[in-house]
């Protein structure tokens, strides 16, 4: 079995490189390479190599935005950044366009074989400072979640949850054998603790997700 990889890199040096090392191992091979995206969505499809390479930093079209467009052209393939960027918004942002990996350029040549195969074996590879900066903002997450419901009683929590599920409030009288403007006065109350106006503000309080995340399941 040979893993078909193809690389989106602007940088010559570490296209070259990336090439060198996926084609000098056992069980691998680079079947292309591109500079921009626009050429990499023009022949990829077409190619169909198993895992993808891509640098976020592209001229012209976005590494991220090449991504999201190839998935929806490609949705059996696998994506993984390699880039020098490790802020929340461009990992979560790439992670959403369809990324099954995020290394950085600093990762060993063996980790980046590691990580193709294990993207290629279903895996979600990440560089270990990345994983700890996705823990980090889930722990975070928690946090804040959990001081927003703290300012809301069992009931309202009970409330906020069916709202979460899509329940009207005729529904969640019927569910909580209480009567419907009981439940109005319940969301009114829950709208005052929260400082929010609306069913969808009071979600996205308690529930909050990272900037152009989620629908996201990792």
Not at 109 to 121: F, G, H, Q, S, V
Not at 150 to 169: C, H, T, V
Not at 174 to 196: C, M, W
Request: charged share 25%.
């Amino acid at each position: 079995m040979t893993i078909r990889v193809a690389v989106i890199e602007d940088q010559k040096d570490t296209r070259d490189m990336l090439a060198v090392l996926i084609n000098g191992s056992e069980g691998y091979k680079c079947v292309a390479t591109y500079e921009n995206g626009e050429d990499a969505i023009s022949a990829i499809p077409e190619l169909e190599p198993d895992v993808v390479m891509v640098d976020i930093h592209l001229p012209g079209l976005t590494g991220i935005e090449s991504v999201r467009k190839l998935k929806a052209l490609c949705p059996e393939m696998q994506f993984i950044m390699c880039t020098s960027l490790e802020d929340p918004e461009n990992i979560f942002n790439a992670l959403q366009a369809g990324a099954t990996g995020y290394l950085t350029k600093s990762t060993t040549p063996t980790k980046i074989l590691e990580a193709i195969a294990d993207a290629y074996n279903g895996g979600a590879p990440m560089s270990s400072q990345i994983a700890r900066k996705v823990l980090t903002f889930f722990q975070a997450k928690e946090e804040k979640v959990n001081k927003e419901l703290d300012k809301l009683s069992a009931r309202e929590q009970e409330i906020l949850d069916y709202l979460s599920k899509g329940y009207r409030y005729k529904e969640i009288a019927s569910l909580l054998f209480i009567n419907i403007e009981t439940v109005r006065k319940h969301i009114h109350n829950i709208y005052e603790k929260l400082q929010v106006n609306s069913r969808t503000d009071a979600l996205n309080k308690v529930f909050p997700k990272p900037k152009g995340l989620y629908a996201l399941a990792i």
